[in-house]
Nanobody
C-alpha cells in the first residue's frame, strides 16, 4: 500500500511562484508514473504534468515553460515548481502515483489548494 501526502499550496499573486511537494511512503514499483492533476470548481480534473520512472516528462500545453516536475529520489518525493502563476491556475492540485506489475495501481494525495489572485 502506498500513501501520498501532497502539500505546498497557498495564496499567491499573479506572476508569483509556488512549489508543491508529494511525499510517498510504501512500496514504489520500478515501473511507475507520478503525476500532478488539478481540478477547478465546476471543471473536470485534468493532468498538469507527469514524470515516468524512465525520466520522461509530459506537460499540459497551458503550463509548458512555467511548471516543472521533478523527483527527489533520496526522499521519495515529487515536486511541482510553478512559476509565473496565473488566475486560471487556481485549483485543487492532486498528486497521483500510477504503478504496475501484474496489475495497475492508482494512488492519490489528498489535494492542496492553489489560489492565484491579486
Amino acid at each position: 500500500q502506498v500513501q501520498l501526502v501532497d502539500s505546498g499550496g497557498g495564496l499567491v499573486q499573479p506572476g508569483g511562484s509556488l512549489r508543491l511537494s508529494c511525499a510517498a511512503s510504501g512500496r514504489i514499483f520500478s515501473s511507475h508514473t507520478m503525476g500532478w492533476y488539478r481540478q477547478a470548481p465546476g471543471k473536470q480534473r485534468e493532468l498538469v504534468a507527469n514524470l515516468t520512472s524512465g525520466g520522461r516528462t509530459n506537460y499540459a500545453d497551458s503550463v509548458k515553460a512555467r511548471f516543472t516536475i521533478s523527483r527527489d529520489n533520496a526522499k521519495n518525493t515529487w515536486l511541482l515548481q510553478m512559476n509565473d502563476l496565473k488566475p486560471e491556475d487556481t485549483a485543487v492540485y492532486y498528486c497521483n502515483l500510477r504503478q504496475w506489475s501484474l496489475s495497475t495501481y492508482d494512488y492519490w494525495g489528498q489535494g492542496t489548494q492553489v489560489t492565484v489572485s491579486s
